[in-house]
């Protein structure tokens, strides 16, 4: 899938993925700066990914890891800090909701300071429903 706006394109093609610009972006945020080079390449292997580019430069990114049957979880949306103020995040989610594979299916995420956004695109909060199991760190192959 790849949609241009103006100077920019959406892409999923996964050849297009830069991993150190991946590595940069992502070391940039509060939930995956801990993340080494080799678990976001088998990140990307098993996901739907989502890169934004400006020319032939990725400022934006996001991953969705479904079943292809019944749901779907949105994460890593980052967009570079030099390039927000653009509505790149908002194309990047409307992009991501309105593809085929996923508009019919139920869609979860996580975030801490986000929500406005998400909500435009029809996610809402749902307080006291989420879990989670944190997972011990990754010990280098």
């Given amino acids: 899938m790849e949609s241009s706006f103006g100077e920019y394109k959406i892409s999923t093609d996964k050849e297009l993925i830069p991993l150190e610009r991946l590595t940069e972006l992502l070391h940039n945020t509060y939930w995956a700066h801990h993340r080494?080079?080799?678990t976001i390449a088998t990140s990307l292997e098993n996901s739907i990914c989502f890169g934004v580019y400006h020319q032939e430069k990725m400022v934006g990114f996001a991953r969705v890891v479904t079943d292809y049957a019944t749901m779907y979880w949105l994460c890593d949306v980052v967009i570079d800090?030099?390039?927000?103020?653009?509505d790149l995040g908002k194309k990047l989610i409307q992009t991501i909701t309105e593809m085929?594979?996923?508009k019919e299916m139920f869609g979860i995420l996580a975030t801490r300071d986000a929500h406005g956004l998400y909500e435009k695109y029809g996610f809402q909060k749902v307080p006291d429903k989420f879990m989670r199991r944190n997972a011990k760190p990754r010990k280098a192959r």
Avoid at 81 to 86: A, T
């Fill in 100 to 102: 085929d594979d996923l």
């Fill in 81 to 86: 800090p030099e390039y927000r103020g653009r």
């Fill in 36 to 38: 080494n080079l080799e």
